[in-house]
Nanobody, 124 residues
């Protein structure tokens, strides 16, 4: 059983920074795609950034240049460095894992089968 636990969220001022972490435990593999998603109240879960087993990353246009996704060598911890935060970045942030070992990571929530409980980010 795979468990993902996010941490690092909080309340920050406009222009601030945060570093989110996602600790993976259980049957996890470094070859899985992993990603960060955000859900704003009343809206669908939005893909922000993904990273594959080779370390290749991809970002949504809305966060490109401000967000950086990374993972440790074991694949057990995923990070999201968030800079230049804006009020519209407020939302619940989730990490997710895709156990299908696909060659190219997807950026939609339906392509990920393991999810954390989320960590709230509030920017004011």
């Amino acid at each position: 059983h795979v468990q993902l636990v996010e941490s690092g969220g909080g309340s920050v001022q406009d222009g601030g920074s945060l570093r989110l972490s996602c600790a993976a435990s259980g049957r996890t593999y470094s070859k899985w795609c992993m990603g960060w998603f955000r859900q704003i109240s009343g809206k669908e879960r939005e893909g922000l950034a993904t990273i594959d087993s080779r370390g290749i990353t991809a970002y949504a246009d809305s966060v490109k240049g401000r967000f950086t996704i990374s993972r440790d060598n074991s694949g057990s911890t995923l990070y999201l460095e968030i800079n230049s935060l804006k009020p519209e970045d407020t939302g619940m942030y989730y990490c997710a894992a895709d156990s299908s070992s696909r060659w190219s990571c997807g950026n939609t929530s339906t392509e990920y089968n393991y999810w954390g409980q989320g960590t709230q980010v509030t920017v004011s």
